[in-house]
């Protein structure tokens, strides 16, 4: 077996390698005249690592270091770059994606949007609100809705022809939809 460091000194030309590459990276952009040592370093270490996978019949002992030490080097530059990437935009949630138009009821405050509806008159927000969600839901969560506005959940039963514990869990089921649409604001401190 081929030992680039034998004796505890490093071969010749592997010395050489190592070096005229860790300059040549040293003047690339991220790096330093000063990275120099650094990375010829990082570059021996490699090869060191490696040295015990070689197969004379299969190349020379200065092509397989040289593999070697340039797969490590486009290793080094990635890593470099990939760490000097600016962060991902970062955006607020409190405002729309770009392009997206913005209601002024969206700017107000749920308390503020609250009070501007006397009580006992139907909030037109809600309204609207809940139509949206509804169409969104299957046909025959549409119909235990259209039931439950006009009646109890015994009455709702009766007229679809289902067990209440059946229409117990759609209600629940229901009313998670609602609430992930975000109409547990119109319940105020009821909930």
């Known amino acids: 077996m081929f030992d680039f460091f034998s004796g505890g000194n490093v071969h010749p030309l592997l010395r050489q390698l190592v070096h005229h590459k860790a ?14 040592p ?5 570059l021996l270490a490699r090869v060191a690592e490696r040295q015990t996978t070689y ?7 200065e092509a397989f270091a040289r593999t070697i030490v340039e797969s490590k080097s486009a290793t080094i530059v990635r890593d470099r ?6 962060p991902a935009s ?4 409190d405002q729309p994606p770009a392009g997206e138009r913005l209601r002024l009821i969206d700017l ?12 006992g008159e139907p909030d037109p927000d809600l309204q609207t609100d809940l139509a949206i969600v509804l169409k969104s839901l299957p046909s025959d969560d549409q119909a235990i809705c259209g039931c439950l506005m006009s009646g109890t959940l015994s009455d709702a039963a009766r007229e679809l022809g289902r067990p209440r514990s059946t229409l117990q869990k759609a209600v629940a089921r229901i009313r998670r939809r609602f609430e992930e649409a975000g109409l547990k604001i119109y319940l105020g401190e009821q909930r």
């Open 23 to 36: 300059r040549e990276l040293s003047h690339q952009p991220g790096f330093t005249p000063a990275d120099a």
């Open 38 to 42: 650094d990375l010829e370093q990082d």
């Open 55 to 61: 197969l004379p019949g299969r190349g020379r002992p």
């Open 81 to 86: 770059r990939a760490a000097k990437r600016p």
């Open 90 to 93: 970062v955006a607020s949630l």
């Open 108 to 119: 107000l405050p749920s308390a503020a949007s609250r009070t501007r509806v006397r009580s």
